[in-house]
């Protein structure tokens, strides 16, 4: 089952520097947008930086100045530099990706299962 998977997660200080990876574990024909979430606990997932197949960028509020993603298209792999980390950034980041498996599939979800940041001193 093709799938993506997060990798680059792990237990930082605030004000320390991670950056999370997402590519694709099996062929996936095209991602169009692909997108990073985060989930803390008792708390919804909401989303954090998105980037559409020709590059463009939006963030959350609450990241935007210290995140940045990015993304290698021909690959099918999203990252996210996360800079000026505070404890409130940490949750479970998950990515997605919205395309085709293959060229005459419909267009639909992929999940991650996701990587825990945690940001503490």
């Known amino acids: 089952q093709v799938q993506l998977v997060e990798s680059g997660g792990g237990l930082v200080q605030p004000g320390e520097s991670l950056r999370l990876s997402c590519a694709a574990s099996?062929?996936?024909?095209?991602?169009?947008?692909m997108v990073w979430y985060r989930q803390a606990p008792g708390k919804q997932r909401d989303s954090v930086a998105r980037?559409?197949?020709?590059?463009?960028?939006s963030y959350a509020d609450s990241v935007r100045g210290r995140f940045t993603i990015s993304r290698d298209t021909a690959k099918n792999t999203a990252y996210l530099q996360m800079n000026s980390l505070k404890p409130e950034d940490t949750a479970i980041y998950y990515c997605?990706?919205?395309?085709?498996?293959?060229?005459?599939?419909?267009?639909?979800?992929?999940w991650g299962q996701g990587t825990q940041v945690t940001v503490s001193s």
């Open positions: 997605n990706g919205y395309g085709r498996l293959f060229s005459w599939s419909m267009l639909s979800d992929f």
């Open positions: 099996g062929s996936i024909f095209s991602i169009n947008a």
């Open positions: 980037i559409t197949s020709d590059g463009r960028t």
